[in-house]
């Protein structure tokens, strides 16, 4: 099974207590807003912590007939929008139109909130900074402004008028002609918002923003100072997950001349002073130690078997997060102590807690202890163990190898890529046992070992040699089957250049590929399986399924002159996470997998399986096909 890598509501490394405390922090504000900021590297555990913070609050009971109300906003997904500010305050009145039940009064007021963002987008449109504070543009200019961009752009005497009419209306509705600077159009905004809260029995509003880092530097500034002009109505909580030095990125790019008194370039002070004034209280997620990192990775392995659900599974969870609160006074899980935990479950998941013991202290100390990254380990190991089982030769291999395998192939790439050379013809290592002699002496003379001629480096394999399992008289070209990228390390085929080649062209766009047929029809079946390996572990190993990932072309181009992949083809489009993939998926397998073709009913599988599992504008749109 392979492990989801979206935000969760099950906590595995106590990030539920920083839940708590925001949410505690949120509830003493009283009718003050606050911001909260939730910091930490890419993989940290920032969109799961805003998961926790919702679930919190939604199980708030109300407070002097008054409710606490949550809603969510990703900026990544809203950065098409012309403006973000416009985004970001149209999201929230549209989530609280559809979360809140609204009476009669809130909905006068909905009406003058929609007329205050219309009026700010119209004021946009004319290259007019509506949402700038004290811009001192009077609204009769905006109008003037807006009109010549009219008579430029429409052609019709009637568009004219109509447009005209409409901003018109949004003018008068907004009541900013009685004021001649567009403050009052915030100040309207402001009043109209805390009024709609009031009506909709609302105690507090907590807007949980996430995604921030992942915008282009202009739409994070933008979203966080409409966060500011939100920071002056009542009952209003912003909590923002992001990485910092993202944002402080973001801000020196967008202010790249902000100077201090003394005429000189301040770019990191300013982007300090900027967080700190926009983000009143900062958490910071700290990293996984070794023994936390080492719990997390054996609760993952069961987890691929047990499911959520599971009692006993469950009960290993709550062990795992006990000993997480006191890492500096607990021991990993052994073998015995989860024997004990899972009881008559043990048995299912043996093999991923012997890994889980093996693999643990090697991968928690190259992952830096990011969750993201032990995660997508994991499910490569689970992935490649599948595909090596669904092309019948996964019973030559041991799963716990392949992990140690895979290992060595991430962190040190370039004595993974040499050792086939020094492997005997049954793909063994006869070097071994003098390498073990080398670390035994090397605690004695570490000079003399230094000294010797070696094609590796011992002092950064050591560890990984000698950590269980062993490899000694096992026969790894199977291991090197299974993780192969750019070349096959024993055929001798195909030169190392000519596969990397083909697999650098399948990544571009679909013009260029179908331009270099011949190379692709040139492959050897034995090749064209290894080209097709490689970039399928690409794909999923960058995890993007939103949009079409680059390569998917090039695939079905492939499987198009290489027909014996149709198979392959179906079981990696099954593989797709169905909850992460964009409307694409449902479209181009038809080039490759044809309606004639006995691999088609596979396809109509995965076809059925998105009509239940996928996105809702997937599940719509196939509903609509």
Not at 118 to 133: E, F, P, R, Y
Not at 238 to 246: G, L, Q, T, W
Not at 381 to 389: D, G, M, N, S
Not at 480 to 491: G, L, N, P
Request: with cysteine.
């Amino acid at each position: 099974m392979i492990l989801s890598d979206n935000e969760t509501k099950v906590d595995l490394l106590n990030n539920e207590a920083i839940a708590k405390t925001i949410v505690s922090l949120i509830k003493d504000s009283k009718e003050q807003p606050i911001s909260v900021g939730i910091h930490g590297d890419w993989g940290a555990g920032k969109s799961s912590i805003l998961e926790m913070v919702e679930n919190e609050v939604n199980k708030s009971p109300s407070e002097d007939g008054k409710k606490y109300s949550c809603i969510r906003f990703n900026g990544w997904r809203h950065q098409g929008f012309e403006d973000s500010k416009v985004a970001l305050m149209s999201s929230i009145v549209s989530e609280l139109q559809k979360k809140e039940t609204l009476g009669a009064k809130a909905g006068e007021t909905l009406k003058k909130l929609w007329k205050n963002i219309n009026w700010m987008s119209v004021a946009k449109a004319t290259g007019k900074t509506a949402l700038g504070i004290a811009t001192g543009t009077a609204p009769i200019t905006l109008l003037s402004s807006a009109m010549d961009v009219l008579k430029s752009t429409v052609t019709t005497e009637e568009g004219i008028a109509g447009a005209i009419e409409s901003i018109g209306g949004y003018l008068h509705d907004a009541k900013i002609t009685e004021d001649t600077s567009s403050n009052k159009e915030f100040s309207e905004f402001q009043e109209n918002f805390a009024e709609l809260l009031e009506s909709a029995s609302i105690k507090k509003l907590v807007v949980l923003i996430d995604d921030l880092d992942r915008c282009l530097p202009d739409v994070a500034i933008n979203t966080l100072e409409a966060v500011r002009l939100f920071m002056f109505s009542e009952k209003t909580a912003f909590v923002i997950a992001a990485d910092e030095s993202m944002i402080r990125y973001a801000v020196k790019k967008h202010f790249p001349d902000a100077i201090n008194e003394h005429k000189i370039n301040a770019g990191d002070t300013f982007a300090n002073k900027y967080l700190e004034k926009l983000i009143q209280v900062p958490f910071r997620i700290p990293a996984l130690g070794e023994v936390e990192s080492c719990i997390y990775i054996m609760i993952l392995m069961v987890g691929s078997v047990l499911t959520d659900e599971n009692e006993n599974y469950k009960k290993l969870r709550e062990e795992g997060l006990s000993r997480i609160k006191k890492p500096w006074n607990v021991e990993i899980f052994t073998v015995d102590d989860v024997k004990v935990i899972l009881g008559n479950d043990y048995e299912k998941c043996s093999d991923e807690v012997l890994i889980a013991t093996q693999i643990c202290h090697l991968l928690a100390q190259h992952t830096d202890g990011n969750p993201r990254k032990i995660k997508r380990f994991i499910n490569m190991l689970l992935l490649r163990y599948e595909i090596a089982k669904n092309r019948g030769f996964d019973d030559e291999l041991e799963l716990a190898i392949l992990a140690k395998m895979m290992l060595v192939e991430y962190y040190e790439s370039d004595f993974y890529k040499a050792l086939p050379n020094h492997l005997d013809s049954e793909g063994k290592w006869n070097e071994i046992p003098e390498i073990l002699a080398d670390i035994e002496a090397m605690a004695e003379d570490k000079k003399m070992i230094e000294s010797k001629e070696q094609w590796y480096d011992l002092s950064r394999i050591w560890k990984w040699l000698t950590t269980e399992p062993g490899i000694m008289d096992k026969d790894l070209r199977p291991y090197y089957y299974a993780c192969k990228e750019k070349i096959d390390y024993f055929s001798g085929a195909t030169s190392k250049n000519d596969l990397s080649e083909i697999v650098d062209l399948l990544f571009r766009d679909e013009m260029t590929v179908v331009g270099r047929i011949d190379d692709l029809k040139n492959l050897t079946n034995q090749e064209a399986e290894q080209v097709f390996e490689v970039i399928v572990q690409k794909i999923m190993e960058r995890g993007q399924f939103e949009t079409k990932p680059k390569g998917i072309d090039g695939v079905i181009v492939l499987v198009q002159n290489k027909t014996e992949l149709r198979e392959n083809l179906v079981n990696f489009m099954d593989t797709i996470p169905a909850d992460k993939a964009g409307i694409w998926i449902i479209r181009g397998w038809d080039k490759a997998i044809p309606k004639d073709c006995a691999e088609r009913k596979g396809l109509e599988r995965c076809l059925d399986k998105l009509k239940t599992s996928g996105t809702e504008i997937v599940k719509n749109a196939l509903k609509n096909m």
